[in-house]
Nanobody, 119 residues
Framework: QVQLVESGGGLVQAGGSLRLSCAAS????????MGWYRQAPGKQRELVAT???????NYADSVKGRFTISRDNAKNTVYLQMNSLKPEDTAVYIC?????????????WGQGTQVTVSS
């Protein structure tokens, strides 16, 4: 019904930058809150950043000042600009969108994209 397509992950050296994107498509009436999570080996999944339909944002303390979340409502797309990357940022990054569709509101998750930061 709803699919999330992520892109932008890859391998980068410490101090470098990456920009992740996640586009929602399918039977969508509107997209509400959107966010990025990450899961590193041996660790629990953690919330990285969220953005509401009105543009209000929240960030994990570990990424404040380095990451920026944004969205393009016309494209149903959310972005995560990651600067000053550290090896500790290495993880699978997963997109989540709350979508209003034919059956009402529901959360949808992307497949995840690998981000690897080398030292």
């Amino acid at each position: 019904q709803v699919q999330l397509v992520e892109s932008g992950g890859g391998l980068v050296q410490a101090g470098g930058s990456l920009r992740l994107s996640c586009a929602a498509s399918g039977s969508i009436f509107s997209v509400n809150a959107m966010g990025w999570y990450r899961q590193a080996p041996g660790k629990q999944r953690e919330l990285v950043a969220t953005i509401t339909s009105g543009g209000s944002t929240n960030y994990a303390d570990s990424v404040k000042g380095r990451f920026t979340i944004s969205r393009d409502n016309a494209k149903n797309t959310v972005y995560l600009q990651m600067n000053s990357l550290k090896p500790e940022d290495t993880a699978v990054y997963i997109c989540k969108c709350n979508v209003r569709g034919f059956l009402g509101k529901a959360d949808y998750w992307g497949q995840g994209t690998q981000v690897t930061v080398s030292s």
